[in-house]
T-cell receptor, first 115, second 114 residues
């Protein structure tokens, strides 16, 4: 498809486990974002990639969270030693450029539930 | 980024115009007003943005007051499929800083009733 693709759409895991969430952005988009959305809240910024590099990771809550984008396309958000508070919808977005007027295109999200 | 204030929820009758207000009284001259919406269980979707002038596209119209301290998103003929959370966001125009990202608030839940 032409949109941002995220997998898995749903992930249920146990406390303490490791989780990977994948984002496949729109082809040619150099900017990629991860957001997290808790119930009843707006999306919260986590990290921004421009190409392969993380230009801003100020939103990552702690060092259990890490994201990569090794070839400047697909990105993986990695969460170690998951906690119940990590339960949320993780949204990925891409943009043609990182410039301020660029529209962000969002995927449908990966819903993570930590039991 | 300037903060925005939106009502928590609004209702609208199907077929009528939906007018969603947003206050951004601390907006600076180099900040755009953006609107996104999020239908249940989907990711946010871009609607429209503007700097000073009113804007219109196939989805909506954006009316920005002359002093730029508030704006209104207008859906001219709301349908049931327009039921969603609508986010008003301000974003800087200059390159650099953190203008590459969008900062979301809680938005307005618009419910379109049959």
């Amino acid at each position: 498809g032409a949109g941002v693709s995220q997998t898995p759409s749903n992930k249920v895991t146990e406390k303490g486990k490791y989780v990977e969430l994948r984002c496949d952005p729109i082809s040619g988009h150099t900017a990629l974002y991860w957001y997290r959305q808790s119930l009843g809240q707006g999306p919260e910024f986590l990290i921004y990639f421009q190409g392969t590099g993380a230009a801003d990771d100020s939103g990552l809550p702690n060092d259990r969270f890490f994201a990569v984008r090794p070839e400047g396309s697909v990105s993986t958000l990695k969460i170690q030693r998951t906690e119940r508070g990590d339960s949320a919808v993780y949204l990925c977005a891409s943009s043609l450029t990182g410039f301020n007027t660029g529209e962000l295109f969002f995927g449908e999200g990966s819903r993570l539930t930590v039991l | 980024d300037a903060k925005t204030t939106q009502p928590t929820s609004m209702d609208c009758a199907e077929g009528r115009a939906a007018n969603l207000p947003c206050n951004h009284s601390t907006i600076s001259g180099n900040e755009y007003v953006y609107w996104y919406r999020q239908i249940h269980s989907q990711g946010p979707q871009y609607i429209i943005h503007g700097l000073k002038n009113n804007e219109t596209n196939e989805m909506a119209s954006l009316i920005i007051t002359e002093d730029r301290k508030s704006s209104t998103l207008i859906l001219p003929h709301a349908t049931l499929r327009d039921t969603a959370v609508y986010y008003c966001i301000v974003r800087g125009v200059n390159s650099g800083g953190s203008n590459y990202k969008l900062t979301f608030g809680k938005g307005t839940l618009l419910t379109v009733n049959p």
